[in-house]
Structures are given as C-alpha cells and as structure tokens.
C-alpha cells in the first residue's frame, strides 16, 4: 500500500510539472536569407513584411559599415507603424542569416538571427506587446569552438544545434511551445555524429 501511494504522488507530480505542449507543434520554414548580409553594401538592408495574427508586421536589418565594431547591424521591426524592436549587434564573420518560421499549430511566427558566434530566436508578445528573444545561444551549454544555429528539420521540429567545424557533430536541443507559460519548452537530445545540415529544412 505504501509503495502504491508513492508510486501515485509521483505520476502526480510528473503530469503537473510536466509543459503544457501542443501535441501537433510542428514548424516550418518560411523565409531564409542565408549570410544576407556578406552582399550588403554600406547602409543597404533587407526590409521585409510578414502578417501575422498580431498584425502587420516589419523587420529591417541595416548593415552599418562605419558605425562602431559592436554596431554593424541595426535591427528594428514594427507591428501595425509602432516600434517593438531596437538592437545593435556587433561585427561577425562571415555574416548574418535571418530565417522566419511559422508554427503550424497556431500560426505564430518566430524570427531567427544568427551569426557563426550567436543564434537568436525571437517573437512577438501579445501579452508584454514586445518581441521577445525566446532562445539565445548564448544560454545553452556547447564548447567555445562550436557554432550555433537555430533551424527548422524536414520533420517539423525546431532545434537549436552546435556544430563542431572539424567533425561535423551536433549538439541539440529541440524545443516545443508550451501553451501554459507561453514560453518554450526544450529537450537535450545530446549529441549527434553529422551535421544538423542533412536534417534541416531548406
């Protein structure tokens, strides 16, 4: 009887700790401009406009050759003419890529931005009315000589990955909505052999 009754309180705690996930999270890739800014010239940028269930929303990454080195790329974004983004990011090699997913379980969107040092993921908040930066590379355990990039798998699934330049393994992370804290939920999936390339969405 006691090894039933601990048995219970622990399905308890797992079902109420457990997020709250949407059981048909899946994403896709619906914008990809990859190393965008190797091609851009001084103060030209790529400017563009997604609707969303929010409103209309537009996404402005400017290259600022003689700015500061930690001012090279201004990125603003407005939803519906109001400013909800204003950041600075540095110099990189070799360049930015920006990506837009869309998750088919609800339609919402997220923005990617990404250099070979940083991968950033980021979307809007009807509830703070800001975007914010869902996913930062930044926070998530990797060696200092892997990069980051957060893409989109021919399976729906959105991954954060760390790629070794000489062996071509991965460490990844997926991550899944979680509908209650509206915020992500992630999953270490540890290591991989290949490149999250062959698995990506292109």
């Known amino acids: 009887m006691k090894k039933f009754f601990s048995a219970l309180v622990l399905t308890v705690l797992m079902v109420l700790t457990t997020p ?16 965008f800014s190797a091609g851009l010239k001084a103060d030209q940028a790529i400017d563009e ?18 700015a500061s080195a930690d001012k090279r790329m201004h990125v603003l974004a407005w939803l519906d003419d109001k400013r909800i983004y204003d950041e600075y990011f540095p ?5 930015y890529s920006f990506r837009v997913f869309k998750d088919t379980a609800n339609s919402k969107l997220f923005y990617v931005i990404e250099s070979g040092e940083r991968a950033m993921l980021l ?29 989109v798998t021919k399976s729906g699934d959105l991954i954060l ?13 997926r991550f899944t909505w979680d509908k209650a804290s509206l915020w992500f ?6 290591t991989y052999s290949y490149s999250i390339q062959r698995d990506r969405q292109k």
């Open 20 to 35: 709250t996930v949407d059981a048909a999270d899946n994403f896709q890739q619906i914008y990809n401009a990859e190393n």
């Open 49 to 66: 406009v997604f609707n969303t269930a929010d409103g209309r929303l537009r996404l402005q990454l400017r290259k600022l050759a003689n």
């Open 91 to 95: 110099d990189v090699y070799p360049a």
């Open 123 to 151: 979307g809007y908040s009807p509830i703070n009315k800001k975007m914010e930066v869902y996913i930062d590379s930044q926070n998530y355990y990797h060696k200092s000589s892997d990069s980051p990039t957060i893409v």
């Open 161 to 173: 990955a760390f790629e070794n330049p000489k062996s071509n393994a991965s460490a990844r992370y």
């Open 185 to 190: 939920a992630y999953y270490d999936l540890g």
